[in-house]
């Protein structure tokens, strides 16, 4: 199933979330982080394991994605950033492998990678996001894929598992 949105807000414009190998093919007309489909899948279903890759990423989402690993909304967090990030940005990186040390469940893999997806398996459903937006500042303009589809997730886990990593 799929279904086509033009959104401002996720929380004012998406009234549910994709049930079983249901797609959503999401605009924004307005400018919003990637990262804000997180709170909004925690909040109908604890997340189990969360994984994301993205280019970019800024603080204000690291801070978030503790908080919401602290509070037990998360319980598993990997991700991929874009090496680049460690000379483009090295105060970010500096905070988010502080902050990825003092918590085993929190875990930080480089590589050269643009790709910005999101995994997050609750006990009961597999999401995947994906689109053009970054986990830092975004354009007004962003194209986002919303689906529920296990196939699609295991699909995009092999980018956390057969990318040529690095370490920092």
């Known amino acids: 199933m799929k279904h ?3 959104v401002s807000s996720l929380e004012n414009d998406l009234m549910r979330i994709p049930t079983d ?3 959503f093919f999401l605009q924004s007309d307005t400018a919003f982080n990637a990262f804000t489909f997180i709170p ?3 909040k109908h279903f604890p997340i189990k394991e969360l994984y994301a890759s993205t280019y970019s990423i800024g603080r204000k989402v690291i801070e978030a994605l503790v908080e919401m690993h602290d509070k037990g909304e998360i319980e598993q967090i990997t991700l991929l950033v874009s090496d680049s990030m460690i000379k483009r940005n090295p105060l970010v990186i ?4 502080a902050m990825a ?3 085993p469940n929190l875990k930080v ?3 050269w990678v643009h790709a910005k997806v999101c995994l997050m398996r609750t006990n009961e459903h597999h999401f995947i996001v994906e689109g ?3 986990w830092s500042e975004n354009a007004h303009y962003e194209q986002y894929t919303f689906g529920n589809c296990k196939g699609l997730y295991d699909f995009r886990m092999t980018l ?3 990318s040529k990593l690095k370490k920092y």
């Open 4 to 6: 086509y949105q033009k």
């Open 160 to 162: 956390f598992t057969e």
């Open 21 to 23: 190998e249901e797609f």
């Open 109 to 111: 893999l480089y590589a």
């Open 40 to 42: 909004f899948v925690a």
């Open 101 to 103: 040390s003092s918590r």
């Open 132 to 134: 053009s937006g970054n």
């Open 94 to 97: 500096d905070n988010l492998m």
